[in-house]
């Protein structure tokens, strides 16, 4: 079946500094890989996703992803943190595997101090 | 501006009292999922559905929880008897295919007591 793990609960940074967010999946077939954010009494909010073609994928407020097929990582990147992406932030699967049911990581808390 | 339509917001309620959540997805998304959230669990799958066909309901406590989508435009999850480890927020989340993204409603708050 397939999963997604989150190794770290939580990362904190100072605010101008890069972030990352780390992400592994274990799945037999080929992944669609999503992240996304989650903001204080909201729901989920989508970031961006990686289905075909190129491995680095850019998506909203800065924040950008790279596939790594060999390593089974999906990494989130953010060259220059902001104290407001300080976030509960979840990587999500798909696959034919599972019928395309979408499987969450335990989730990542980002805090950035300024 | 499609969204994810959850009501309600907010739910309070006693312990054996029947609860009803509703969903609107977002018109034309084939798949429909029904997410539970709480901070010892994180985010459980509790059921899923494409096309209006239940597809996996496996993270459902069968005796009491039951999922259905009467119409393309709704979908509900009850949940009878209510009990207080049920307490948690419910999300509801529809995609347009196989291979798109989810898009998520603001959830439902459900406590009961």
């Known amino acids: 079946a397939q999963s997604v793990a989150q190794p770290e609960d939580q990362v904190n940074v100072a605010e101008g500094n890069p972030l990352t967010v780390k992400c592994t999946y274990s799945?037999?077939?080929?992944?669609?890989l999503f992240w996304y954010v989650q903001y204080p009494n909201r729901g989920l909010q989508f970031l961006l996703k990686?289905?075909?073609?190129?491995?680095l994928v850019k998506g909203s407020y800065g924040f950008e992803a790279e596939f790594n097929k060999s390593q089974t990582s999906f990494h989130l990147k953010k060259p220059s943190a902001l104290v407001s992406d300080s976030a509960l932030y979840f990587c999500?699967?798909?696959?034919?595997?599972?019928?395309?049911?979408?499987?969450f990581g335990a989730g990542t808390t980002v805090t950035v101090r300024a | 501006d499609a969204r994810v339509t959850q009501t309600p917001r907010d739910k309070v309620t006693e312990m054996g009292q029947e609860v009803t959540m509703r969903c609107q997805p977002i018109?034309?998304?084939?798949?429909v999922f029904w997410y539970r959230q709480t901070m010892m669990q994180g985010l459980e799958l509790l059921a899923y559905?494409?096309?209006?066909?239940?597809?996996?309901d496996s993270g459902m406590p069968k005796d009491r929880f039951s999922a259905e989508m009467p119409d393309a435009t709704l979908a509900t999850l009850k949940i009878q008897p209510s009990e207080p480890r049920d307490s948690a927020v419910y999300f509801c989340?529809?995609?347009?295919?196989?291979?798109?993204?989810?898009?998520f409603g603001q959830g439902t708050r459900l406590t009961v007591v």
């Open positions: 999500a699967v798909r696959t034919s595997e599972d019928d395309y049911k979408l499987s």
């Open positions: 799945v037999s077939g080929n992944p669609y």
């Open positions: 990686y289905i075909t073609g190129d491995n």
């Open positions: 018109l034309g998304h084939n798949t």
């Open positions: 559905f494409r096309n209006r066909a239940p597809l996996d």
């Open positions: 989340a529809s995609a347009r295919q196989e291979d798109t993204e989810a898009f």
